[in-house]
């Protein structure tokens, strides 16, 4: 399943905050990006998922201008890019890596430098919106302190208070639950959903599965610098293979009869029971009908959709981390 700008005939097209066609980044001969096409629909909290290493901070990098494409055409907020940056950076905030704070000025002093040194932003509204986006990451009680005092996560906080100091169009979040306490890491995805609900397009990286499907209508699932899957959480769930379970004594008869029907032998789950996956096309009562015409006792049968995990380990080849 995947998403293109080409919407269904008759329909309007999709309006895209992000979208890039055969983009390519390249360290040496390596593609750590690899010819990727993504589709980010505006409103959407995108979540860019994959392993450690799949090209993630690489194409996040490459989207806000801080590193240059090899290859492969890019848009953000309907702008090309790089040759129109100047116009659309103002309207993205971003988090990635952290910016360079002075660990010797507090939190808000670090954050008044910053917007001072935005010249899109309003000096007059400063001081409320510093004290505004501390109070929406948590960091309301510590806006005075030394950022050296700061916690790893309240660092990453600081950094998200940071991109939230104007209302923007596209906030691109890189990784921004990493360094948290699982309180914490429960507040920014909370955060995230308030954004967008209130229209802001959130694309944030991640390569924990459960964080995405907590907070995250889109996905794009990365492995070893391709875009393997992308599109609405809801298709990505529904295009996994279900398979069949079958209890019964006759396990033999019963794999005899699955694999006639096309069905291909899984893993038996437990002793007694026959596992076929691949339902693609047969109706699980002809399956039902089958067994028993060939004259398997069926004790139990049941159809059983692949679980998100399981879609992704088989787009990726790789396990995920399931919890944050
Ligand atoms: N500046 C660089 N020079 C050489 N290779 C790099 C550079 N930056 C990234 N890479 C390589 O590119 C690949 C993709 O890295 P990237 O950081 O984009 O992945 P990621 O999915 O964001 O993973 P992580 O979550 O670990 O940051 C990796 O193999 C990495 O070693």
Known sequence: MTETREAAPGSLPIDLAIETH?????????SAVDG???????????????????????????????????GGEIRVLGREMPQQLASVLPEVGALVEGPGFYPFLSGAANLLRLDSADRHASSATRHRR?????DRVGLGHAAGK?????????????????????????L????????LDPQGTREVRSLVRSLAAG???????????????????????????????????????SAG?????????????????????GLVPGEAPGH???????????????????????GVRVRGFSVENATLEERFVSLTGEGFDVVG
Do not use: W
């Not at 055969?22 to 390596?30: A, D, E, M, W």
């Not at 916690?151 to 600081?158: E, F, I, P």
């Not at 007694?272 to 060939?294: F, R, S, T, Y």
């Open 22 to 30: 055969g983009l390519v980044k390249r360290f040496g001969h390596r």
């Open 36 to 70: 990727i096409d993504l589709a980010v629909p505006r409103g959407a909290v995108y979540g860019f998922l994959g392993p450690n290493g799949s090209g993630k901070t690489t194409t996040i990098r490459v989207l806000l201008g801080l590193a240059s494409a090899n």
């Open 130 to 134: 510093v004290n505004e986006a501390l």
């Open 146 to 170: 030394k950022v050296r005092a700061y916690s790893l996560g309240m660092k990453q906080r600081l950094g998200l208070a940071n991109a939230m100091l104007r209302p923007r169009e596209l």
């Open 172 to 179: 691109v979040l890189d990784e921004p639950t990493n360094g």
């Open 199 to 237: 229209g802001t397009t959130v694309f944030v990286s991640s390569h924990l599965l459960a964080e995405v499907e907590q907070m995250c209508t889109h996905v794009g699932v990365m492995s070893a610098g391709r875009l393997v899957a992308q599109g609405p959480l809801d298709e990505l769930r």
């Open 241 to 261: 293979q279900a398979h069949v379970l079958v209890r019964t004594p006759d396990g033999e008869r019963a794999a005899r009869v699955l694999a006639r029907l």
């Open 272 to 294: 007694g029971v026959i596992q076929g996956n691949g339902l693609d096309g047969i109706e699980p009562e002809e399956i039902v009908a089958a067994l028993v015409a060939d």
